[in-house]
């Protein structure tokens, strides 16, 4: 983890200096996110990872909410890219209730990814989550199935642009959904246990399994009506997040039937999806969509 934001605002500079495609992720502390770090950073391809730590006060853990929001705001206005470390059971005083509540915090903030670094902790390693009266042995079992759940479906599912959008009719939280999305994993055979990798899985492959969950959630909330939309939300996003990757020539266009103009699709009234369904027309669609040098773009045929 780097150590100050001076020596944050150092590594910036020098990567300005080095190829302008090259990718580099910072691993730093919330505090070092100011207005100066987003203005150096927008001059580099970077990504920042924040962990999410609760402050300790006595025996209780308090997470501060306000702060971590004002500098997901601060990226978020700034056009970076960046994502949140997640911990469970790792500090005295936190609970499956404490882990969730930053859970759905952490999702509301619209990160590009989510991360859970005891994936990686071998038994014994510092970090590793710890059984207490207030976090049992099931409850860590509960939150490393919901962490998987949110790696699959929203970090290598690439939800971002409208996870929180196709949420909201469903009327749960982040954390409920990533709960329930974890059962069907058990039931399909790909979750943590069975062996599944989702970092081995093509995006194509994914987004099959957000479109049969998401079908069958829709459907349990009795608004099937509206996966026509949904699918076209998923489907056209993820194609342009595919493109965005796979530029060098793998896929140079792609091409996709929708049952609502696109140019709706992409518009602001998409972030409220009950009142796009209610107030904008089905419009049967064929989008060709394409790499430019200014980047994706796409065409309604």
């Known amino acids: 983890m780097i150590a100050s934001k001076d020596d944050l605002l150092k590594q910036i500079k020098s990567e300005k200096r080095q190829d302008k495609n090259?990718?580099?992720?910072?691993?730093?502390?919330?505090?070092?996110?100011?207005s100066e770090v987003c203005r150096e950073a927008q001059n580099i391809f970077c990504s920042f990872d924040i962990p999410l730590n609760p402050s300790k006060k006595g025996d209780k853990l308090l997470f501060d909410k306000k702060n971590y929001a004002s500098k997901a705001n601060l990226l978020n206005n700034a056009g970076l890219i960046f994502g949140f470390c997640l911990y469970y059971a790792k500090d005295s005083g936190d609970s499956f209730?404490?882990?969730?509540?930053?859970?759905?915090?952490?999702?509301?903030?619209?990160?590009n990814h989510v991360e859970f670094p005891q994936f990686d902790?071998?038994?014994?390693?510092?970090?590793?989550?710890?059984?207490?009266?207030?976090?049992?042995?099931?409850d860590i079992r509960k939150a490393r199935d919901l962490s998987f759940a949110a790696k699959t479906f929203y970090s290598m599912g690439r939800a971002v642009p409208w996870f929180l959008?196709?949420?909201?009719?469903l009327r749960i939280t982040p954390s409920a959904f990533f709960a329930d999305f974890s059962e069907w994993q058990q039931v399909n055979n790909c979750d943590y246990k069975s062996g599944f990798n989702p970092e081995k899985e093509s995006h194509e492959a994914i987004e099959k399994m957000q479109l049969l969950f998401?079908?069958?959630?829709?459907?349990?909330?009795?608004?099937?009506?509206?996966f026509t939309l949904v699918s076209d939300v998923v489907r056209l996003n993820g194609a342009m997040s595919?493109?965005?990757?796979?530029?060098s020539g793998k896929n140079p266009e792609i091409k996709l039937n929708t049952s609502y103009n696109p140019d709706d699709l992409f518009s602001e009234e998409i972030l409220d999806l009950e009142?796009?369904?209610?107030?904008?027309?089905?419009?049967?669609?064929?989008?060709?969509l394409f790499v430019t040098d200014e980047g994706p773009d796409y065409e309604i045929k």
């Open 97 to 111: 209730k404490a882990f969730s509540d930053r859970f759905d915090f952490a999702l509301n903030q619209y990160p």
């Open 275 to 288: 009142y796009f369904f209610e107030n904008v027309c089905m419009e049967e669609s064929k989008v060709r």
């Open 22 to 34: 090259l990718f580099t992720s910072f691993f730093v502390e919330a505090s070092f996110i100011d």
């Open 242 to 247: 595919r493109l965005c990757d796979e530029s």
């Open 214 to 226: 998401l079908e069958q959630k829709y459907e349990e909330k009795n608004k099937a009506d509206m």
């Open 121 to 138: 902790i071998t038994p014994g390693e510092n970090g590793e989550p710890k059984v207490s009266q207030i976090f049992s042995a099931q």
């Open 165 to 169: 959008s196709v949420l909201k009719p």
